[in-house]
């Protein structure tokens, strides 16, 4: 019988298939072996293009590679109603725990405890989360209004906030919500410029 044969194992057939065949010279030309064994050409590839240097994220035309107010403001209210939540829970262990010193670990005290837990969590996230809503409103407005996003969005949002939360108190009210907002929004904006600020100064220094 003939070994090489198309149907036998020996140099074609199965055996090829699995790595048990061999292979002539033709066969191997321009793949490169690792040890004994013959590399599959579908492996040989140039390893610069592995190298990925660009997002590869497909993107709408005229779309911007980062995320818009709008799409930032669902993160900004949750993220604030469940860090309300979180402080208001550990506040209202803290009171009730206060409150309920007197009394022994009976189910009264539990009770309460709890009670002082819940109130304070849901007073805590409502109140974070209206004044990220607030904010968060304010910002897209003022961003589709201008049609820029810069820190001058940020600042009269984060102004604007405060003013509208504090409107309930009065004319001083409105101003000390509107400055306590301008102060935290600046702060928030210088942070977050703080790098190029200090790379600016750094490279003015040279000169």
């Given at each position: ?176 919500g509107g400055l306590v907002g301008l102060t935290l929004s600046g702060a928030y904006a ?18």
């Amino acid at each position: 019988m003939d070994n090489n044969a198309p149907g036998s194992g020996g140099k074609g057939g199965f055996g090829s298939l699995f790595g048990g065949g061999e292979y002539s010279n033709t066969e191997l030309a321009g793949v490169p072996l690792t040890g004994m064994s013959p590399l599959s050409p579908y492996l040989n590839v140039d390893p610069r293009y592995l190298v990925q240097d660009t997002d590869e994220f497909i993107l709408p035309t005229g779309a911007n590679k980062t995320r818009g107010r709008f799409e930032l403001a669902f993160f900004t209210i949750g993220g604030c109603c469940i860090t309300g939540a979180a402080f208001g829970t550990v506040n209202g262990l803290r009171m009730g725990l206060k409150d309920t010193r007197e009394m022994g670990w009976t189910k009264p005290r539990n009770v309460q405890i709890l009670n002082m837990v819940t109130r304070q969590g849901a007073s805590w996230a409502n109140t974070l989360g209206s004044v990220a809503l607030l904010y968060s409103v304010f910002g897209v407005a003022i961003e589709k209004a201008r049609g820029a996003e810069d820190d001058i969005n940020t600042v009269a949002a984060g102004t604007l906030t405060g003013m509208l939360f504090k409107s309930t108190g009065g004319l001083k009210g409105v101003a000390r919500g509107g400055l306590v907002g301008l102060t935290l929004s600046g702060a928030y904006a210088l942070y977050s410029n703080w790098d190029h600020i200090r790379g600016g100064s750094s490279s003015s220094s040279l000169y």
